[in-house]
Antibody, heavy 114, light 110 residues
Framework: EVQLVESGGGLVRPGGSLRLSCAAS????????MNWVRQAPGRGLEWVSI????????YYGDSVKGRFIISRDNSKNMLYLQMNSLRAEDTAVYYC???????WGQGTMVTVSA | QSALTQPPSASGSPGQSVTISCTGS?????????VSWYQQHSGKAPKLVLY???KRPSGVPDRFSGSKSGNTASLTVSGLQTDDEAHYYC??????????FGTGTKVTVL
């Protein structure tokens, strides 16, 4: 069974940067597009970004476009999310999800606060 | 991209059925048969329970069923069990490699 484990969350000041990582337990997910989805405290799910299998195509939700960068390293079974110019409204649990959103990690909390 | 609209809450007694709606637009739910549903227990990650409107992933019981008409998709949970008490979210492909989620519905088993 494929497992995803996110890391890299924490407390960051507004305007700061943070890099999230998502480690896959097998190389199976290298065959699938991968996503980041976030959930603000007490709120619903919000799609953030998607990256193609090969990593050459990336797309973003309007709320993070121009500030976040998704990438992957298939040789390491890793997915990343570089988050720049962070705002208070970016505070959320960030999940990585793959294989058509059928596999999810446990999430990592990002808090943007002064 | 606006979130898909779901009722905030729904409830039913054990053994009964509950149906949750998910209303979007002609640009997302109405345009594609790529509607999915997720179950999220408190403090846990979401779990896919339906994809492509009505298909069930391996391991999901047939008590979970889905349909779509126009811009509205629906999830029905039959034979309610206590473990079905959770938040449920729909999602849809919205074109141009974008996805949109629903506002979420809290299902309570009375």
């Amino acid at each position: 069974e494929v497992q995803l484990v996110e890391s890299g969350g924490g407390l960051v000041r507004p305007g700061g940067s943070l890099r999230l990582s998502c480690a896959a337990s097998t190389s199976t997910l290298n065959n699938y597009a991968m996503n980041w989805v976030r959930q603000a405290p007490g709120r619903g799910l919000e799609w953030v970004s998607i990256i193609s299998r090969g990593g050459d195509l990336t797309y973003y939700g309007d709320s993070v476009k121009g500030r976040f960068i998704i990438s992957r390293d298939n040789s390491k079974n890793m997915l990343y999310l570089q988050m720049n110019s962070l705002r208070a409204e970016d505070t959320a649990v960030y999940y990585c999800a793959g294989e058509g959103f059928s596999i999810w990690g446990q999430g990592t909390m990002v808090t943007v606060s002064a | 991209q606006s979130a898909l609209t779901q009722p905030p809450s729904a409830s039913g007694s054990p053994g009964q059925s509950v149906t949750i709606s998910c209303t979007g637009s002609s640009s997302d739910v109405g345009a594609y048969n790529f509607v999915s549903w997720y179950q999220q227990h408190s403090g846990k990650a979401p779990k896919l329970v339906l994809y492509e409107v009505s298909k069930r992933p391996s391991g999901v019981p047939d008590r979970f069923s889905g349909s779509k008409s126009g811009n509205t998709a629906s999830l029905t949970v039959s034979g309610l069990q206590t473990d079905d008490e959770a938040h449920y979210y729909c999602s849809s492909y919205a074109g141009d490699n974008n996805y949109v989620f629903g506002t979420g519905t809290k299902v309570t088993v009375l």
